[in-house]
């Protein structure tokens, strides 16, 4: 019987920075096996949820519960194991004097799992990486590469849970459509649930059934991803988002 509980469940979550509140009052539901997204522009909070979620902004107040359980105000191995974040720099989030191997093998070292031979070899398979790149370091690989490198970094513990925070919008167009086609993939494979953090409504589209648009951290308005295309809106500020993005053309 499928398990009606929802991956990620918040209730009026306020995040604070320094005593400065930058989230207030945010509330959604991402079902199992959805795809949610956060949009809005830079500053708007996006991202600081997802650091709350998996304990990066320890100063949170509300409810939030991941997989049933109650959110932490720091980083989790027990949590780790169940819901993995892909960052937006695939340069910056992989450390430059380690090859792949040593990157995808940490995470495993960490938590006591063994075959990490093949378990890593069988990850670069999985985001569509040759075998060969397992001993080259991150200077030595194109973007595209590297975050494929970040997302099979992310996979290695097998999580159902997956904080995409920006995860194309450093790389070049050409190489976008990619990595969104592999994302879109592995889910499918896996059934995996994706919470989303974009500017980009496009993105949105192509990966996600539902929105929430934040202005100033707060959400505005949840809406189904078509909203994208029949431009059914109803917050003021959701509907400048849609035609700044060239949806009134």
């Known amino acids: ?59 949170w107040t509300g409810t939030m519960q ?12 027990a949590m780790a194991r169940r819901c993995q974040m892909v960052f937006q720099d695939p340069y910056g989030s992989l450390h430059p004097r380690k090859t792949v191997d040593a990157v995808l093998s ?6 006591g799992i063994g075959d990490r031979d093949e378990r890593v070899e069988q990850a670069l398979v999985d985001v569509g990486l040759d075998r060969r790149f397992r001993f080259r370091y991150p ?3 194109s973007g595209g590469q590297r975050q494929r490198v970040a997302i ?11 904080l995409l925070d920006e995860p194309t919008s450093a790389l ?21 649930t994706y919470l989303l953090v974009t500017h980009n409504l496009p993105v949105v589209s192509f990966l996600c059934e539902r929105m929430a648009v934040m ?32 949806g009134n053309r």
């Open 152 to 162: 099979a970094r992310a996979l290695m513990l097998e999580p159902e849970v997956m």
């Open 215 to 246: 202005n100033k951290g707060r959400i505005v308005e949840i809406a189904q991803a078509t909203a994208l295309h029949d431009g059914s809106f109803t917050d003021p500020y959701s509907l400048a988002l849609y035609a700044a993005s060239g």
């Open 172 to 192: 070049d167009v050409s190489v976008q459509a990619e990595i969104l086609n592999l994302l879109k993939r592995l889910r499918a494979e896996r059934g995996l």
């Open 1 to 59: 019987m499928t398990d009606p509980s929802p991956s990620i469940s918040l209730r009026n979550l306020d995040i604070a920075y320094g005593g400065v509140r930058v989230v207030q009052g945010v509330t959604f539901d991402v079902a199992r096996g959805e795809s949610f997204a956060l949009v809005g522009e830079s500053g708007s909070g996006k991202s600081t949820v997802l650091k709350a979620l998996c304990g990066l902004a320890p100063e």
């Open 106 to 111: 940490e995470p495993l070292a960490i938590h």
């Open 66 to 77: 991941v997989l049933g359980q109650p959110g932490l105000h720091r980083p989790n191995r």
């Open 139 to 141: 200077h030595q690989m």
